[in-house]
């Protein structure tokens, strides 16, 4: 395949003279990234329909069923609603800052799939400290929210940005810590490396050693993605839209585009730090490891994150909104003590050489 | 040139430019924004250096952090610009004195005679096994165990000593107990009293 490709460059090379190694580098990234991405936004259209469809079903309603058969063009009919209607800005609002805000929202959402392993060697880049790198560009997700709140020159915008900002640097401290077991027992930061330490069976999976650690990254993803229970930023009972009050059309579906890319790939991230990554759940056993060895890693990979993404919306159904100091007290409170504490048993675990996964 | 001497320069361009215009720039919230616009940039050199761990926390720790506090607290402050600019021409000769110190002090450590080419070596290429990471850790907890160890116990210290500080007034503090809104029983809250009713007879 690389030998095809080298090829490939060189022939190109003799046709135009400035397409070089470097320039089919660019090329090929860009082509990585478009095979990425439009996968994703197709996902993230489809999943706003899961989601009214989901909820609809355990709301005993039948969810959106207008639009094409059983309402599946429903998310396109949307798409096109959102993109030919108004832009309106707010008078006195700083309209660089507040285009610049919902760019600042999707960039890092997208930018952050970059690394995420797919299969045995399928993704965009193997950085070396791609961990790191997943939890510095989410954390930039945040002025997105901030930006919008400050630059609408609104008053319920600014409520929800400022909680949302203190929410989301709190969470990232938890998220953190959470995520320090996970690499203190693979003994990398490496996503594919931490993936490959956890080959086996469902058993050999983290989520057994971790399971608390587990727990509290899930939650802890909830209140980053801005979803309910934890959903204060939008508050709709309280503060009418927080942050996305102003924005109307396209700027507000790239805000949207933003918090369901950003769902989907902290569910990839449970999947990949917590449930084996591309593994199948029955390596190792006998009879049925032959029986399911068929089916591609990627096929796992997307069948354990459809899971997660499902609990999203069951979890957005079941329970009542928190209050706000509710969920602070959860972080600095319970979580960040538990998480500690676990780190700590950990390293007396790895030390000591309990159980398979040390 | 190279690949990387053309991302080299866009970097440092973009570095240099954003770094001026957070300086020049009026506006409070868009200074910290080119300020994180030029903390980008030094870490994609970092980056290009192969010290991605730095430059990787220099974006988590600064800009998803430290500027984010930032931002929150600009937004929450209304800065008056006049007083400031009034200030402007009382401070300027000051000023001025000190970055002339500043700036003769970088050139003196930073100096080509230094960190020319001669005196240190060009920057080795390493495999694309090398990682940055495990080099530095092994230099953080073999030879700078001690150090490292006492830092993170400074940090531990300012912590506690900041909280403490805003922690002072124990008595106007509205606190929840949760146990206690758990516990809580209807007749603690709700006292029902029969109040003889006047009007009860005439029906």
Redesign the interface.
Known sequence: MMDLWLSFVELVHELIPWFD??VA?VLIILIKAVALVMPLMLVVAYFTYAERKVIGYMQLRIGPNRVGPKGWLQPIADALKLMTKEIIFPTKA?IY?FL?APILAIAPAIAVWAVIPFDEGIYVTN???SL??V???G??G??GI??A??ASNSKYP?LG??RS??L??SY?IVIGFALVTVVMIAGS?NLNTIVEAQKGSILHWYWVPLFPMMIIFFISALVETNRAPFDVVEGESEIVGGTHVEYSGMTFAVFFLAEYANMILMAVLAVVMFFGGWHSPFEGIPVMESAFAWVPGIIWLLAKTSFFMFLYLWIRATFPRFRY?QIM?LSWKVFLPWTIAWIFVVALMTQLKIGPWF | MEFEQILFYVFSFWFVASSLAMIFSRNAAKAVLFLILSFFSAASIWILLEAEFLAITLILVYVGAVMVLFLFVIKMLNIDKSTLRAKFAGYLPLGLMVAAVIIAEMVLVLGSAQFGLDVVAAPVRHGADYSNITVLAMQLYTTYVYPFELAAVLLLIAIIAAITLVHRNEINRKKQSIPEQVNVQAKDRVRLVSIASPNKEKK
Do not use: F, K, P
Request: proline share 0%; hydrophobic share 65%; net charge negative.
């Open positions: 190694g470097s580098l700083n800052l610049l950085l070396d400290i790191l790198y939890l510095a560009i954390s930039i945040v002025y901030i930006l709140g400050w600014l940005a400022l900002a203190s989301l640097v990232e930061v100091d007290r």
